[in-house]
């Protein structure tokens, strides 16, 4: 049996995230408009943090949480056309610190990012 590989640390950020808003966009609605029992019930059962949901449910979390992940790679290849060298990106990186990306996020972003042909140059996608 082959065993399933264990989302990455930052799709699991990224999914924890969504979650947050998801809670969010849900309270807003249940005060806003009626919402059925039923569809009540399914969302207080969910209304509890990322680690607690099931897997079926971080799943779905997750899909949006590779959305972002498309978007952030689609970001970083235009506006980083110049060829980046892995301390320039730390260095670039780290002026986005508000984000709540810590060391090893930039790190594992890097390394994802390098594996795309055009971001770096060849010998840096080597490193």
Known sequence: MT???????????????????????????YEKIPIPPDVEKAWRKNWVTYTKLPEEVKN?????????????????????????????????????KQTGMDDNDIEELYNCLNKRKGLFSAKERKK
Do not use: C, D, G
């Open 60 to 96: 779905m979390h997750r899909v949006w949480a590779k959305r972002s992940m498309y978007l952030l790679k689609a970001f970083f290849k235009t506006q980083f056309i110049v060829q980046l060298n892995h301390s320039k990106f730390v260095e670039v990186m780290k002026k986005f």
């Open 3 to 29: 065993q399933k590989k264990k989302p990455s640390t930052l799709l699991e950020k990224l999914s924890q995230s969504e979650h947050v808003k998801w809670i969010a966009w849900t309270k807003t609605l």
